[in-house]
């Protein structure tokens, strides 16, 4: 079993900055992949920004130039660092790890959630 454990959130105020990270523990071969979706009552959940083994990464439009992701796969860390942030950022922010077991193979796992509120 896999778990993913994530932190950082609260409130801030517009302009602002938070950083969130989150841990892996468990049965871990390989972390594929690891990065942010984040979701407001009513709506999908959407890609925040996420970084695959290789480094490569992928954000969403709106965390372009503001948000960044970084990952310790040795660690098996994800860190998500947000800068200038705007009300429209505030919902709840996921972690979520591809993890490789040779039991499973790979399998995508999530985090319980962290609440980010962004005040005007």
């Known amino acids: 079993q896999v778990q993913l454990a994530e932190s950082g959130g609260g409130l801030v105020q517009s302009g602002g900055s938070l950083r969130l990270a989150c841990a892996t523990s468990?049965?871990?071969?390989?972390?594929?992949?690891m990065g942010w979706y984040r979701q407001v009552p009513g709506k999908d959940r959407e890609l925040v920004a996420n970084m695959e083994k290789s480094g490569s990464t992928k954000y969403a439009d709106s965390a372009k130039g503001r948000f960044s992701i970084s990952m310790d796969n040795t660690k098996r860390t994800v860190s998500l660092q947000m800068n200038s942030l705007r009300p429209e950022d505030t919902a709840d922010y996921y972690c979520?790890?591809?993890?490789?077991?040779?039991?499973?193979?790979?399998?995508?796992?999530w985090g319980q959630g962290t609440q980010v509120s962004v005040s005007s």
């Open positions: 979520t790890a591809n993890v490789y077991t040779r039991r499973l193979g790979s399998v995508q796992y």
């Open positions: 468990g049965d871990v071969d390989v972390v594929n992949s």
